[in-house]
């Protein structure tokens, strides 16, 4: 017979088998880190096809040296342009955040670079924690355009850092660094799993504010431009307050 | 010809221009902070069912245990949003520059250029324009008049430009006044929300003081507990809430001050630009009437059609005064008179925008000082509520705040 806590217990380890899978299937928890992705694809494209062309040039040249390069000329060079987009595509990809770069990224890829750095601890979290990266992943895409706008020395703009390029990194790498036994025992009234979970929902709050208060700025100078409308060329809208 | 000799007919500025400095803003002390922004019956009742519900938790605890420490965390970080929020908007009144003020840039740089100006122009500066002809009685007597009037051409570029940065100023004064709508509308809701968490702060001490009064006979030790920490920390937030109270509304009546001085100094930049493109009408009127000379101030009139509505009151008054100039007799002194009454208005204008700003500025300084110290009070304990929450934190990240105002959830 199945009791209710062998019944919790299924569910668990199913719980930590889904995000896994899921973790595969889908690659990118953000806009910002598919496109810092695809920037990096099309690079490697662009250096493939540079070599191609630089073969072709040569080939070319060759050709009208030579008068002519001959069959064998023209399989050498079609060997050498393949040769040059297997060597791009064995360049080093992305260099893989770690908290330190991301703490030193610029304001611009700091959202993107999070998010690939988020996508690569998936595997190792739970299925709840899971849920709350791919949901900090859109609070990300959103809070980036307006971290673009901020100066690199804003108060805001430091703020920002610090919950995501160190109290984020923080609390998964502590979670992390726990024996996978005593994830789910309990440790003074809360088991780390639970300690992860409110922490990332705490993060989770606090981007959003953030997003909130750095818009702040741009909604309060619309208000006052509305306002000074109203005070230039609508008569009476002074006394009205 | 039997005209009035007596007196020049009425200018432009004919009623008197008043500028009235706004009182300086006193200091507010926090007794009589509290109480500016009405709470509602129902959002006290919902707001004392949380506290009832706090101490019922709170006293249900024993008073070594950890949960009652939690708690007792919560009372000394109640309202911390609040006070951060309001520390950061009232102390804006003293970022903001106080433009018009000074004298070396914007509206006052400009008063002061027009003014210098406009004196060269000033019939009354020039002398004898008519007694040429009895003194050199060789010399035409149109020329000297003509020379003068000839001064406006050379000069009315200039005074188009100073005219054209006096408006673009009282944009720039009314560009502030927008900026201090919405600010006081965030301050008047950032003082809601303090509002609300003295309620909860006041509600909460005198209900603790029963609740211990209560445990006196029952749990003598859990009395003192209570009163020691729950008691002790809710009376100092209660403290800190006032005194940020007193400061935020201070903030907010000092924006108001400043609002009102640039109402005021646009009043007087209006009347400045009125009064000065009066004058050149007047110059031009007198011109054609005494000299039969076509004074073209081209710039001048280009500018009264932007500055229509200011000039509107102007035209009108000009017209008369036109056909009245007209009637009198040229080489008569009235059209001169007129003239110089003309920059007389300029002169008043500028003279009470002067003196307006002398006890603008004084009532400015006052609540500057007032403010300043205010705001200096009130950074120790935003320190405190600082280092008291980054402990928290360190503790055991971030805890929901249970005690927050019901308009900042």
């Known amino acids: 017979m199945v009791t209710a806590s062998d019944h919790d217990a299924v569910m668990r380890s199913a719980g930590a ?9 889908t690659g990118s928890i953000g806009e910002r880190s598919k496109a810092l992705k695809r920037r990096k694809a099309v690079q490697k494209l662009a250096v493939g096809a540079g070599g191609a062309a630089a073969v072709v040039i040569a080939a070319i040249v060759a050709g009208m040296i030579l008068n002519g390069i001959g069959f064998v000329g023209v399989m050498i060079a079609f060997g050498l342009i393949l040769l040059a987009f297997v060597f791009a595509a064995l360049l080093p990809g992305l260099p893989e955040p770690t908290p330190e770069t991301i703490r030193q990224a610029d304001l611009k890829t700091l ?30 895409d959103q809070l980036s355009p307006q971290l673009a706008m901020l100066g690199e020395n804003d108060p805001a703009a430091s703020e920002v850092r610090k919950l995501v390029g160190e109290y984020l990194p923080e609390m998964i790498n502590g979670y992390r660094a726990i024996p996978e036994p005593l994830r789910r025992k309990d440790n003074g009234g809360s088991t780390p799993e639970e300690q992860l979970i409110g922490g990332l929902k705490t993060i989770d709050r606090e981007i959003e504010t953030m997003t909130g208060q750095i818009a702040r700025g741009e909604l309060d100078k619309l208000a006052t431009r509305g306002r000074f409308l109203e005070l230039k060329y609508d008569e009476g809208a002074a006394d009205r307050d | 010809m039997d005209q009035p000799t007596q007196t020049a007919p009425p200018t432009a500025g004919a009623s008197k221009l008043e500028l009235t400095a706004p ?9 009589r902070a509290s109480g500016l922004v009405p709470v509602s019956e129902e959002k006290k009742s919902k707001l004392d069912a949380k506290v009832d519900q706090f101490l019922a938790e709170l006293v249900a605890q024993d008073v070594n245990s950890p949960e009652f420490g939690k708690r007792v965390d919560q009372i000394t970080n109640m309202g911390r949003k609040e006070l951060m929020a309001a520390a950061g908007q009232s102390n804006r009144f003293l970022d903001r520059p106080v433009r018009a003020m000074d004298d070396s840039s914007g509206v006052g740089a400009d008063l002061a250029e027009l ?9 009354s500066k020039r002398g004898k324009l008519l007694q040429k002809k009895k003194l050199f009685g060789v010399i035409p007597f149109g020329n000297k008049l003509r020379d003068y009037f000839d001064g406006y051409k050379s000069a009315q570029g200039h005074i188009s430009s100073i005219l054209d940065r006096l408006t673009n100023g009282k944009d720039e004064l009314l560009m502030d006044n927008a900026a201090i709508d919405v600010e006081r509308v965030k301050l008047w ?22 609740k211990a009064d209560e445990l006196d006979h029952s749990d003598p030790a859990k009395a003192k507990a209570i009163r020691e920490t729950a008691l002790f920390y809710v009376r100092q937030r209660t403290q800190d809430l006032l005194t940020q109270m007193a400061v935020t509304v201070q903030g907010y009546l000092a924006l108001d001050l400043v609002k009102k001085n640039n109402v005021e100094l ?7 630009s ?12 007198v011109a054609q009437a005494m000299t039969n000379q076509r004074l073209v101030l081209d ?25 009245l100039i007209h009637e009198q007799a040229a080489g008569s002194t009235i059209p001169l008179e007129t003239l110089s009454k003309a920059f007389q208005d300029i002169y008043d204008t500028m003279d009470t925008i002067d003196q307006f700003k002398l006890q603008a500025l004084g009532s400015m300084k006052q609540t500057v000082n007032a403010l300043e110290g205010e705001v200096e009070k009130s950074r120790g304990y935003i320190a405190r509520a600082e280092g008291q929450t980054a402990a928290l934190k360190d503790v055991r990240g971030a805890e929901p705040e249970l005690l927050s105002a019901l308009g900042a959830e």
């Open chain 1, 17 to 25: 088998v889904i995000p896994n899978q899921r973790a595969r299937r």
């Open chain 1, 111 to 140: 959202a993107g670079k999070t998010e690939i750095w988020l996508e690569r601890q998936r595997p190792a979290l739970p299925a709840p924690a899971v849920t709350l990266i791919d949901g900090i992943g859109i609070r990300l």
């Open chain 2, 23 to 31: 009182d300086p803003v006193p200091a507010v002390t926090p007794d």
């Open chain 2, 115 to 123: 003014r210098r100006t406009v004196e060269d122009l000033d019939p």
């Open chain 2, 189 to 210: 809701e950032a003082m809601g929300n303090l509002e609300q968490m003295i309620h909860i702060s006041k509600t909460m001490d005198s209900r603790i003081e029963e």
């Open chain 2, 266 to 272: 646009v009043k007087g930049v209006d009347r400045a």
């Open chain 2, 274 to 285: 009125t009064t000065t493109v009066g004058a050149l009408r007047t110059a031009v009127t």
């Open chain 2, 299 to 323: 710039q001048i009139t280009a500018l009264n059609t932007t500055t229509a509505n200011i000039i509107e009151g102007t035209g009108r008054m000009m017209r008369e005064n036109t056909a």
